[in-house]
């Protein structure tokens, strides 16, 4: 089979005018048009990434019983097709991926037989496989922490550490402060109960999971009960919980000048809160830079001594900058080429920024005045977050399928991948030259699991 190099089409139905499975042409192109309601999806062996001469795995649901499905990619029926859903209509396709295979996204052509034929496409994300790079230039020193850790901040001559277990109800979570030398935990604590479920059911706690330092204070999110909550950076003891519903699916939590900026996921907003008052403050409203989209927030980054703070969208794919002087938004920047952009990092002085994207991998150096995008790079399976260490300028990035740390200059040259254990999902830097990198989990039987990463450049 081949694989061209077009970027992955967008999931669409095609309608009955496509050709049903087994390849025969309708009789009447418009006539008996099928459905699909269904679920298709692909992922490597465990649910890992894709790679080039691997082997890809897709699970779909919602055909027919036994309805025959030809998979397609660049006009070619994959090997294997047509597959046949079992009674429940489910289907599990293994595809081989040949060797040098470019890394990126493809389309899949679905082709339903039967007696209502239809077609839709799903994306198939080939990602690359880096290896590890120049691991000797950097020492790395772990520890195990709290269970699933989400997010780390520096601050307050400390490190702190959030993690939460499972699905709602959740009832295992915990926030952690740290020596920064040691490494050692020195206080811990559980968050207090959450009110009981829309059904009544138990509400289990007020679990944590984005983080930022405000002085003397510690800011988490409650992403489940779509609030958050202060605690004291001493002894972590809870100086207020904010109400359920405060802030709409909270991710991330960032302080300066006596406000902490609060992103709600998938929402135009950044809500705003006052660190002596502990008040909720006008939120910060975004706007889109293209046409007939909304801007729907993800992470933030802050660049002190520009002054100012820069927001992501998850679906829309740009960037926005809020001075933070005004408290208004600034502008806002397309970033073409960049798919499902969650994660992102700026430059202490605002003149680079750097965007995550999960959807294709990609990291994009982006000129933090004018909003032009100088490069674009893949760095592996699934980057997530970033973060810039402020004494190389150099780029930390958390590849989350891809078990490592990938390194680069300020201009997007690959330094280094650092073997940092399976999951990394979050970094911090401490202003000294360190990042702070938290794993989660891969199973029960991972020794790598929960623990905390600090890398430093020998």
Same mark, same amino acid.
């Given at each position: 089979m081949t694989y061209p190099t077009a970027r992955w089409l967008r999931?669409? +139905?095609?309608? +009955?005018?496509?050709?049903a499975a087994g390849g025969m042409a309708l009789a009447d192109p418009f006539a008996g048009l099928g459905s699909f309601d269904g679920r298709i999806g692909a992922s490597g062996p465990n649910r890992g990434p894709i790679v080039a001469g691997g082997e890809a795995e897709v699970q779909a649901r919602g055909f027919a019983p036994g309805q025959p499905v030809t998979l397609r990619q660049g006009g070619e029926a994959l090997a294997g097709s047509?597959?046949?859903?079992?009674?429940e209509? #489910?289907?599990?396709?293994?595809? *081989?991926?040949?060797a040098g295979t470019a890394a990126g996204v493809y389309p899949v052509v679905v082709e339903m037989g039967g007696d209502a034929p239809y077609a839709t496409t799903f994306d198939l994300k080939v990602s690359k496989e880096l290896g590890a790079i120049n691991t000797d230039a950097y020492s790395a020193q772990s520890v195990e922490i709290v269970h699933n850790p989400y997010q780390v901040a520096i601050g307050d001559g400390a490190v702190?550490?959030?993690? +939460? /277990?499972? #699905? !709602? !109800?959740?009832?295992?979570?915990?926030? *952690?402060k740290l020596d920064p030398d040691t490494m050692e935990i020195t206080a811990r604590v559980t968050p207090? %109960? *959450?009110?009981? #479920? %829309?059904?009544?059911?138990?509400?289990?706690v007020f679990a944590v999971y984005g983080v930022g330092v405000a002085p003397g204070q510690v800011w988490v999110t409650n992403t489940r009960q779509n609030t @958050? +909550? /202060?605690?004291?950076?001493?002894?972590?003891?809870?100086?207020?919980?904010? =109400? *359920?519903?405060?802030?709409?699916?909270?991710?991330?939590? @960032?302080y300066h000048d006596g406000k902490v900026y609060v992103t709600a996921t998938f929402k135009p907003l950044v809500h705003v809160f =006052?660190? &002596?008052?502990? &008040?909720?403050?006008? !939120?910060?409203?975004?706007?889109?830079?293209?046409?007939?989209?909304?801007?729907?927030?993800?992470?933030?980054?802050?660049? !002190?001594?520009?002054?100012?703070?820069?927001?992501?969208?998850?679906?829309?794919? &740009? /960037?926005?900058?809020?001075?933070? %002087?005004s408290g208004a938004q600034d502008a806002a920047w397309p970033i073409d080429g960049s798919d499902n952009t969650i994660g992102l990092a700026a430059s202490p002085d605002g003149s680079r920024v750097y965007t995550v994207a999960q959807g294709n991998d990609t990291i994009s150096v982006i000129d933090g005045t004018s909003g032009e995008v100088l490069r674009q790079v893949n760095v592996g399976a699934n980057p997530l977050n970033a973060v810039v260490e402020p004494q190389s300028g150099n780029v930390f990035i958390a590849l989350r399928n891809g078990h490592s740390v990938a390194v680069l200059d300020p201009e997007g040259e690959l330094l280094a $991948?650092? =073997?940092?254990?399976?999951?990394? $999902?979050?970094?911090?830097q401490d202003g000294q030259g360190n990042v702070y990198v938290v794993n989660k989990s891969a199973g029960e039987d991972d020794p790598t699991a929960h623990q905390l990463t600090r890398l430093t450049a020998k």
């Amino acid at each position: 089979m081949t694989y061209p190099t077009a970027r992955w089409l967008r999931s669409t +139905a095609l309608g +009955a005018m496509m050709i049903a499975a087994g390849g025969m042409a309708l009789a009447d192109p418009f006539a008996g048009l099928g459905s699909f309601d269904g679920r298709i999806g692909a992922s490597g062996p465990n649910r890992g990434p894709i790679v080039a001469g691997g082997e890809a795995e897709v699970q779909a649901r919602g055909f027919a019983p036994g309805q025959p499905v030809t998979l397609r990619q660049g006009g070619e029926a994959l090997a294997g097709s047509p597959f046949t859903a079992d009674d429940e209509g #489910r289907l599990t396709a293994k595809l *081989a991926i040949p060797a040098g295979t470019a890394a990126g996204v493809y389309p899949v052509v679905v082709e339903m037989g039967g007696d209502a034929p239809y077609a839709t496409t799903f994306d198939l994300k080939v990602s690359k496989e880096l290896g590890a790079i120049n691991t000797d230039a950097y020492s790395a020193q772990s520890v195990e922490i709290v269970h699933n850790p989400y997010q780390v901040a520096i601050g307050d001559g400390a490190v702190f550490v959030t993690g +939460a /277990v499972g #699905r !709602p !109800p959740v009832k295992v979570s915990e926030l *952690a402060k740290l020596d920064p030398d040691t490494m050692e935990i020195t206080a811990r604590v559980t968050p207090p %109960a *959450a009110p009981a #479920r %829309a059904d009544g059911s138990d509400g289990g706690v007020f679990a944590v999971y984005g983080v930022g330092v405000a002085p003397g204070q510690v800011w988490v999110t409650n992403t489940r009960q779509n609030t @958050v +909550a /202060v605690y004291s950076s001493d002894n972590l003891s809870l100086i207020k919980q904010f =109400d *359920a519903g405060t802030v709409s699916h909270p991710r991330d939590a @960032v302080y300066h000048d006596g406000k902490v900026y609060v992103t709600a996921t998938f929402k135009p907003l950044v809500h705003v809160f =006052d660190t &002596e008052t502990l &008040e909720e403050l006008t !939120p910060i409203t975004l706007t889109s830079s293209r046409r007939g989209q909304d801007f729907a927030t993800a992470s933030l980054s802050l660049a !002190p001594e520009a002054g100012k703070l820069f927001v992501s969208s998850l679906r829309s794919d &740009e /960037v926005a900058v809020i001075d933070l %002087a005004s408290g208004a938004q600034d502008a806002a920047w397309p970033i073409d080429g960049s798919d499902n952009t969650i994660g992102l990092a700026a430059s202490p002085d605002g003149s680079r920024v750097y965007t995550v994207a999960q959807g294709n991998d990609t990291i994009s150096v982006i000129d933090g005045t004018s909003g032009e995008v100088l490069r674009q790079v893949n760095v592996g399976a699934n980057p997530l977050n970033a973060v810039v260490e402020p004494q190389s300028g150099n780029v930390f990035i958390a590849l989350r399928n891809g078990h490592s740390v990938a390194v680069l200059d300020p201009e997007g040259e690959l330094l280094a $991948n650092l =073997d940092v254990g399976s999951t990394p $999902n979050h970094l911090a830097q401490d202003g000294q030259g360190n990042v702070y990198v938290v794993n989660k989990s891969a199973g029960e039987d991972d020794p790598t699991a929960h623990q905390l990463t600090r890398l430093t450049a020998k």
